[in-house]
């Protein structure tokens, strides 16, 4: 058996053909010949179609998976619009507060409506009433080294809590909770954590983008940091 070139060759893999014909594009307009005799399947019906078929057909699927990309992109920056926009108004809203009992109001009503959270709640760290949607943490509370992990990385976690840690957050009543986000609140120190909660357990999941939670997580301890005795406590960074 002879290769195109002239060399011989008893065992011609397809790759090689493939790479042959790469480096010799020409080939085809020299051996027109040899396309009469070329079976080439359809993609999506098996029926044998000529080059020019199949060449349309291939151009034909670029392109659809082309728009299929330009069409995700565009939602990804419709969906950023959308949250940026949110924040902008929660940002607002925060501003007109001026006390405790408003910012935490404010931030209940925002986020279970704009933000779409069925459960909300707020841990702050120190000693202090309790009211819907915001509880104390008392410093001396061993349950807190819980939190110590998300306050040194300083990161939104996002997926399924522990039973222990739904309860610690949410309470009893967190029980149809099957997704969450808790978010680190800190202003020159740690201040507590924002805790949102969903019935839908694909709502917050592992792997999710957190920057613009990490931004809403930095707009509400600065609300809260403006009502709150300075300092509250340093969670020390234990186990």
């Not at 008893?10 to 790479?19: G, R």
């Not at 307009?29 to 060449?55: F, M, N, Q, W, Y």
């Not at 061993?142 to 522990?162: E, H, I, M, Y």
Request: hydrophobic fraction near 40%; aromatic fraction near 6%; include cysteine.
């Amino acid at each position: 058996m002879n290769t195109p070139d002239g060399q011989a060759s008893q065992n011609i893999s397809a790759a090689q053909v493939a790479e042959w014909l790469r480096a010799h594009p020409d080939f085809f307009r020299e051996h027109e010949e040899v396309l009469d005799v070329l079976s080439i399947p359809h993609p999506h019906t098996g029926e044998a179609v000529s080059l020019l078929e199949r060449l349309i057909q291939r151009q034909r699927d670029k392109l659809r998976e082309l728009e299929s990309r330009q069409s995700e992109m565009l939602k990804a920056a419709r969906d950023s619009e959308h949250v940026i926009t949110r924040l902008h108004h929660l940002a607002l809203e925060l501003m007109t507060c001026d006390s405790l009992d408003d910012v935490v109001g404010t931030c209940n009503n925002m986020l279970r409506g704009d933000f779409k959270a069925d459960n909300v709640v707020l841990r702050l760290i120190g000693r202090g009433r309790a009211r819907d949607g915001l509880h104390f943490i008392d410093p001396d509370d061993k349950s807190l080294k819980q939190l110590a992990t998300l306050f040194r990385k300083r990161q939104p976690v996002c997926g399924r809590l522990r039973p222990r840690q739904q309860i610690f957050l949410f309470g009893e009543e967190g029980a149809s909770i099957k997704s969450a986000v808790l978010i680190p609140l800190y202003e020159a120190r740690e201040i507590g954590v924002l805790a949102l909660g969903s019935e839908n357990e694909a709502r917050f999941y592992p792997g999710m983008g957190t920057l613009f939670i990490g931004q809403l997580g930095g707009l509400v301890a600065r609300a809260l940091a403006r009502y709150l005795e300075p300092p509250l406590h340093t969670l020390e960074m234990g186990a």
